[in-house]
């Protein structure tokens, strides 16, 4: 799949600099920051979100579809948090590497276990997350595992630079 | 497990998630369950009597005004989950009392391919043409209580029709959107053709950032189809019982352009934000009209007048909406339409003359119809709304409306998804 995208690209002059890098789009700039600690140079990460902007408001906009339209790889926290435009915009992007259950789709939350999962559901409690609680990464206890779990995705959706993605893990544990 | 995830549907979230399940080794047949969601719509309208009448368009389609006193809305049921890992499938309905009937009516019903791959999309179904940008976007999502008029005018309320659309991102750092669709052209603007395949659309949509605090997006349609009949109901409701307008052997091309603008300091719409959008379509359109009488010895339908018809209508509006502070919006939008048709080879059967034809087909022009609405809104959740919504309606030809609308909006069940 990560082949024929790339000889696609050989014939794209626009998007040719993107022809070795993982894109990846991050739906917060922690998972950004993730991405490029744990991606270095073989990445290009963006955020979807800024820290000044409530990740639960945003919407499915033309610059955000555009850029799931090519990216490699989804990093978002999950567990709701981004109910309100996530799945919108990877139905639109018309992307099948991001699609859920693809290895470039990848929740953070997912990938550990999260604390306050509600046994009642009702909105007169607001906007609850019924999954759980979305501030996984403020364990540090859990981002390493997220952190360990990310990695493995890397080296799934670009096997050739598996050594470089392992020693930037290793540096980072 | 992975197959497993990708089969659950992106949207039943509220649902206990799939690996929540298996670790507490329940099993249940529930959990693949579509997401659902139920709009409440409930009015109160304050305004006179009287049909709505707008000089120079044969009116179709779902329009109208609102009906007075305590109305229960357009109450909307949907259904919508991925199917398997290469489609999605979604069902719209509209519970609405109309004259004291209870109507269900199929808003949407298609199926639509995921990650198809080369950000290439296909929908097949009934859907809500991608023309223009309101079309596409359902009742309780818009921001005032009512239509823009070029909307019920040109398009009967909205432009719904069964058929297939393909649409295309382009792989570009820039948003293009490209879309193509045929639909059946069965449905106002156009009408009853033969093969059922006449109409034809396509849009082109673009748009981006302006920094962190602002987006913006662009988009052009062209709609065209081909009709044996258009049938209409006729404004007149005079000693005569039935009348209706029909337009045989007729043709529709509509083009239109689409712009809107978001603003909200840093990108958090969350505090306060300002949207303004506009949009302007033209419309051509030729056949022959006809006034039908049913007549108390031959029974249904005589030509009671015949003339050839060239109309060219356009139609704008443009509005802004304000959020002042979080939960609270204030808008204001400002309509306007203009026709100039062409009747040549009037022929009269049955003693009707042209003022009469002009007036009963719908199709004799006056002065611009146009609007002015105020809207002010409070929503406490994003799952609540309550509108308080007075327009003034000139119709360019005497008739003038002043409607006060007081509206709830709610959505219960599943977390809708906020398009552009």
Known sequence: ???????????????????????????????????????????????????????????????????????????????????????????????RRIQMGQPGYFMAAEQVERVEVPTQLDRSQGDVHASGNPHVHLDPHRLLLIAQAFSTRLVQVDPAQTAYYQARLADFS | MKRLLSVITLCTVAAVPAAWAESTGRISGNEFNPAISLILDGRYVDKEAGDLVLPGFQLGGEVGLPERGFTTGHNELALSANIDDTFYGALHAAIAQHDGETKLELEEVFVETLGLGQGVTIKGGRFFSGIGYLNAIHAHAHDFADRPLVYDALFGGRLADTGVQVRWIAPTEHYLNLGAEITSGSVYPSGQNSSSNKGLGVFVKTGGDWGVSSSWQLGASYYRSKFNERKTDAHVHSDVSDVSNRLDQGKVDIAGLDFVYKWAPNGNSRETNLKLQAEYFVRNEQGKAKIIVSHPLFGCCVEAAAADYDGKQAGFYAQAVYQFRPGWRFGVRYDRLRAENKITNFFSGRGVDLDRFLQDSGLGTEGDPNQTSLMLDYAPSHFSRIRLQYSHLDNGHEKKYDTMMLQYVMSLGSHGAHTF
């Not at chain 1, 790339?6 to 998007?15: G, I, K, M």
């Not at chain 1, 789009?25 to 409530?54: H, I, M, N, Y």
């Not at chain 1, 926290?77 to 139905?91: N, Y």
């Open chain 1, 1 to 95: 799949m990560v082949y024929k995208e790339r000889w696609l690209y050989c014939c794209c002059w626009p998007c040719r600099h993107a022809w070795a890098e993982v894109r990846i789009l991050a739906c917060e700039p922690e998972w950004q920051a993730l991405a490029e600690v744990l991606g270095g140079a073989q990445v290009r990460a963006e955020s979807a979100t800024t820290a000044l902007q409530d990740p639960h408001y945003i919407e499915a906009r033309p610059s955000l579809i555009a850029k799931a339209r090519r990216a490699d790889m989804v990093f978002c926290t999950g567990a709701e948090l981004e109910v309100g435009w996530l799945p919108l915009l990877l139905r639109l992007s018309g992307n």
